[in-house]
Every structure is written in C-alpha cells, then in structure tokens.
C-alpha cells in the first residue's frame, strides 16, 4: 500500500508560479511510477504529468507542456510539480498518483491517489 500527501497548493495570480510537493510512503513507495492529475469544477479529472520511477522520464499534458515541470526524488518518496505562467484554466484540485507498474500513456489508470490540493489562479 501507497499514502500520498499532497502539499503547495493555494491562490496566486495568473502568470505566477507554484510548486506541489507529493510526500509517499509505504514499503516500496520510491519504485512507482508517479504524476499528477487535476479536476477543474464541472470538469473530469484529467492527466497533467508523468514520470518513470527507474530513468526518470517525464511526459506531458498538451495543456501544461513548456509550462509545468515533474521531478522526483527517488531516494526521499518525493515528487514535486513545478507550474510556471499559471493561468485561470489552470484552476482545480491536483492530486498526486502512483501507477503499478510501468506508467503506460495518459489513460493509464493510476492504483493509488493522494488527498488533492487547491490551486487557484486568479485573472
């Protein structure tokens, strides 16, 4: 099993920059895959960010290319969303996953979820 705690959200002004931090635990909780999803209101949650446990390759939503960046620290079970040049739509709860095995493409379904924190981007 896999606890994921979110942290870093809050409300800033378009064009700033905010960094969530994911803290894992468990027994092999720094070998998964990892990233983030979001969840606008009204909206389904969608895919924002992946990256592989083993040569730390990441991969992108469309919508947060060149402007959000994943990293991880394997050695800490930390991983970290760096969002740069936020705008309103980017407005909605993050939440941090972890994948069983290798992460498989955008619609892979993750096996564990965090709690979700707020970002709110005003205009």
């Known amino acids: 099993q896999v606890q994921l705690v979110e942290s870093g959200g809050g409300l800033v002004q378009a064009g700033a920059s905010l960094r969530l931090s994911c803290a894992a635990s468990?027994?092999?909780?720094?070998?998964?895959?990892m990233g983030w999803f979001r969840q606008a209101p009204g909206k389904e949650r969608e895919f924002v960010a992946a990256?592989?446990?083993?040569?730390?390759?990441?991969y992108y939503a469309d919508s947060v290319k060149d402007r959000f960046t994943i990293s991880r620290v394997n050695a800490k079970n930390l991983a970290y969303l760096q969002m740069s040049s936020l705008k309103p739509e980017d407005t909605a709860v993050y939440y941090c996953?972890?994948?069983?095995?290798?992460?498989?493409?955008?619609?892979?379904?993750?096996?564990?979820w965090g709690q979700g924190t707020q970002v709110t981007v005003s205009s």
């Open positions: 990256i592989r446990f083993s040569d730390l390759s990441t």
């Open positions: 996953v972890a994948y069983l095995g290798l992460w498989s493409g955008t619609s892979a379904s993750p096996a564990y």
């Open positions: 468990g027994r092999t909780s720094s070998r998964y895959d």
